[in-house]
Nanobody, 127 residues
């Protein structure tokens, strides 16, 4: 059973930074495509960023230039560096593993294309 586990969330002031980590074990991590999603209060869960096994990255427009996704295969961990945080970034952030080794075009943002999810971690940005 694969279970991604997030860490690094918390409370930060607007303009500050946080780095989230997602550790995933139980499979060949180096060949896994990983994604970050978030769900703000009263809103649907949305795509944030993704990284392929080869290191290609994908971002939602709302976080481009502020967030950076990266991976360390030696540590079986994916990171989400979040800078210039805004109150509207407040959400529960979850990482997930994509179903496919070579994701079809346009599926990086689709939640139903990810089959293993972490429990999520709270990020709160105060104004």
């Amino acid at each position: 059973q694969v279970q991604p586990v997030e860490s690094g969330g918390g409370l930060v002031q607007a303009g500050g930074s946080l780095r989230l980590s997602c550790a995933a074990s139980g499979r060949t991590f180096s060949s896994a495509n990983m994604g970050w999603f978030r769900q703000a209060p009263g809103k649907e869960r949305e795509f944030v960023a993704a990284i392929s096994w080869s290191g290609n990255t994908y971002y939602a427009d709302s976080v481009k230039g502020r967030f950076t996704i990266s991976r360390d295969n030696a540590k079986n961990t994916v990171y989400l560096q979040m800078n210039s945080l805004k109150p509207e970034d407040t959400a529960i952030f979850s990482c997930a593993i994509h179903k496919y080794y070579r994701p079809p075009k346009g599926t990086w943002e689709r939640q139903d294309e990810y089959d293993y999810w972490g429990q999520g971690i709270q990020v709160t940005v105060s104004s």
